[in-house]
């Protein structure tokens, strides 16, 4: 096992471990989870949100539902607690994304956020599924791959994405269908 | 797998879970998915399993740091609960929530008071946090079952003193204090008790630690100073 698989191991525990003592209602384990979660959640949230102040208050909601919900973390489910404070900011987000019905507002500034593809400098600092994922989604059609990550981060619907790339709704979905299906048996392989 | 242009269709209920952790889906895509969850299980392992593949790209991105006030406004939404009747963010049905996962804090308590009706106990499990006077503490829950009760007792921030070993007594109303073993400061110990020495319900039982010579107490009565104790409270 290399030093780097060996320290996210540890990070695993460490932080799974503060989710446990969270949900024992320990306010110490929620201020330690936020010290070193919350730059890596609060990206999500702007990414999503486009918009600071707003993604900090839902940076907000979310550590407080972590607060309720810690006892809800399944380590034995194999997913990481990364992952699963991840699902949460985005969920978080996207739902305000969608309470404020700025669906359509949002395609428009997202077109001029640059390109989500994660940068060459950035891969460094990736995490080993990180990686994959972004190998496995530079290995799809290019249309596809950017639909994927502009559903993940937009709460776009197919018609949504159809309009955007003026696409007729059904070439959007075969495309995005086929996208999944290649991009499982990739992560799988 | 396939590498044709075709969805083959073992992997449709996969492809519709996708599209769902993805938010693709419109009305009738999500009707299908809540009768699917109803009928198949598998469902709903298929959407953690894409959750788990497409989080990365969330984990991938940079990190940006928040401006300090947010988590002033975390702690302060933690520390008033009692200020909680009307305005809070989903003040009622978030309050009592935190009153449920934050059994133990006197605090949450008067907020359970505050928030009727109040939905029906998951389990007799009780929790005691036990802070201790150098600012570390244990924290105890307890499941009755079986005609027994075990308890989990795991230290926070606990440093037993050079020389000395730390005690867990069990207090019953009007009782003495009966001897439950030694806690180490850096690791969970369990413990199993007959349902009897507990008595009845776990909520008015009180727990307490001493400090005391190393190996324990030798006469079965508490000799240090006691430096932490708290009762059970439902979980």
């Known amino acids: ?189 | 797998m396939s590498g044709t242009e075709f969805d083959p269709p073992e992997d449709d209920l996969d492809v519709l879970a996708g599209e769902f952790a993805l938010g693709l889906l419109d009305a009738d895509g999500l009707a299908l998915v809540a009768m699917l969850r109803q009928r198949d299980a598998r469902f709903d392992a298929a959407l953690l399993a894409w959750e788990a593949r497409l989080m990365p790209l969330a984990e991938g991105l940079a990190p940006v740091e928040p401006s300090p006030q947010v988590w002033t406004a975390i702690e302060a939404a933690l520390a008033k609960p009692q200020a909680t009747q009307r305005g809070i963010w989903e003040s009622l049905r978030f309050w009592r929530f935190v009153s449920l996962g934050a059994a133990g804090i006197a605090a949450a308590a008067l907020a359970v008071v505050l928030l009727r009706p109040m939905p029906p106990a998951q389990s007799a499990a009780a929790v005691a946090r036990l802070n201790l006077k150098d600012g570390g503490a244990f924290i105890a829950t307890a499941q009755p079952g079986n005609g027994e009760v075990v308890m989990v007792v795991s230290p926070a921030g606990v440093t037993v003193p050079a020389g000395k070993s730390d005690e867990l007594w069990l207090i019953l109303p009007g009782a003495q204090p009966k001897a439950l073993g030694l806690l180490p400061g850096d690791m969970p110990v369990v413990m199993h008790m007959p349902a009897s020495e507990v008595g009845g319900a776990l909520s008015g039982v009180t727990l307490a630690v001493s400090t005391e010579p190393l190996g324990g107490s030798p006469t079965g009565i508490v000799t240090g100073p006691v430096i932490g104790s708290a009762q059970f409270t439902p979980l």
């Open chain 1, 1 to 189: 096992m290399t030093a780097v698989q060996e320290e996210a191991r540890l990070a695993r525990a460490e932080l799974t471990a503060c989710l446990y003592r969270i949900s024992l209602g320990e306010r110490s384990a929620l201020a330690e989870l936020y010290r070193r979660t919350s730059a890596k959640l609060f990206a999500v949230c702007i990414r999503i949100l486009s918009d600071r102040a707003e993604a900090e208050d839902v940076l907000q909601e979310v550590y407080l539902t972590v607060w309720n919900k810690a006892a809800q973390f399944d380590a034995a489910r194999e997913v990481s607690p990364v992952t699963w404070l991840a699902a949460i900011a985005r969920n978080r987000a996207l739902d305000r994304l969608r309470a404020k019905g700025r669906r359509f507002a949002g395609l428009d500034e997202a077109a001029e956020v640059p390109d989500m593809a994660p940068r060459a400098d950035m891969a460094l600092e990736m995490g080993e599924s990180e990686r994959r994922l972004a190998a496995c989604l530079g290995a799809l059609e290019a249309r596809a791959a950017d639909a994927i990550r502009s559903a993940f981060f937009g709460g776009q619907t197919y018609e949504n994405l159809a309009r955007q790339a003026e696409m007729p709704l059904g070439s959007m979905k075969s495309l995005i269908r086929r996208g999944l299906i290649r991009l499982k048996a990739c992560l799988e392989s």
